[in-house]
């Protein structure tokens, strides 16, 4: 059994951009520039938004964080989002979910120009990748794709089962493993469907993304499974210095000794979330999906 190591990975992805940055900066270019608007107080938000930070000044990217109070009306956010989509000096940006009740995030998602949705959100973006064309990707299916790429997981022809059909993984994920390339054959569980325990046993590749901690337990997987976990719960602990501590969608002490590889939670899909902004951010910069602007 391997541990895939997202912190390993993400190292060396950070390596890598930050000498493309290098590239770009003594060419003359300026540096990628990304924007993260944060609606709120939200705890979870702050501390991401906050890693986003640390890893743009690590890989060299210039970073700018808008962070607007909780009564922030729908209209106001508009207006910011219309803002940026203007700014030439903008690269890319992103608005942090979840958003406050009274705004819509679907009207956000759509209002950002699909050129700089860099958290790949966007419906023009989201209809490029089902066709298989040039986009930028959600972030946590493409860290999906890089740990497999990393670990020179095989795919083709095998059977991947990913539980939970969410717009920001489970549905992106099934369908670009199902592209030529990868050419997994997918099947997409949820709350609705029947005999779930004997679908996911049948998996050679198990992808957990539904939000419910410890959820998938040992006889729901079968032996030599690749499983990667995506959910990230807290829960209270009075092991740990801030009194909570994060949980997997898989339990994993107990399906780890029968897997191939599997995701530790934290430290698996975690980090390469983030890379995927940064790389998504970097080929805005570039032009390599809509050209330069």
Not at 31 to 46: C, R, T
Not at 106 to 111: R, V
Not at 205 to 230: H, Q, S
């Amino acid at each position: 059994m391997t541990i895939i190591d997202g912190k390993e990975v993400a190292a060396a992805a950070r390596r890598e951009i930050s000498a493309e940055v290098r590239k770009m900066t003594d060419s003359g270019a300026p540096a990628p520039h990304l924007v993260a608007i944060l609606v709120g107080s939200d705890g979870a938000s702050q501390t991401y938004v906050g890693h986003k930070e640390k890893c743009c000044h690590e890989v060299g990217f210039r970073s700018t964080v808008m962070r607007l109070p909780q009564e922030t009306t729908q209209a106001e956010l508009l207006e910011k989002i219309a803002a940026l989509n203007a700014d030439v000096n903008v690269d890319g940006f992103i608005v942090q979910l979840p958003l406050p009740p009274h705004i819509s995030e679907q009207k956000i998602i759509e209002a950002i120009d699909q050129r700089k949705d860099v958290d790949g959100f966007h419906p023009v973006n989201t209809g490029r990748m089902i066709s298989g064309l040039p986009s930028y990707l959600p972030a946590t299916p493409d860290g999906i794709l890089s740990l497999l790429k990393y670990y020179q997981i095989d795919t083709a022809g095998k059977h991947c089962v990913v539980i939970g059909r969410s717009n920001i993984v489970g549905r992106p994920i099934a369908n670009l493993l199902s592209q030529k390339g990868w050419d997994c054959t997918v099947t997409l569980c949820h709350s609705r469907t029947a005999n779930l325990k004997e679908v996911v046993a049948s998996g050679d590749i198990v992808i957990a993304a539904l939000g419910r901690a410890e959820f998938v337990t040992a006889d729901m997987v079968k032996e030599g499974a690749v499983v990667i976990d995506v959910g990230i719960t807290r829960v209270p602990s009075d092991k740990t210095k801030s009194g909570w501590k994060l949980l997997g969608d898989v339990k994993f002490d107990e399906v780890a000794p029968k897997c191939s590889y599997i995701t530790p939670v934290p430290g698996g899909v975690g980090p390469m979330t983030i890379i995927s902004l940064m790389q998504n951010t970097l080929r805005a910069a570039r032009g390599e999906v809509y050209g330069k602007r």
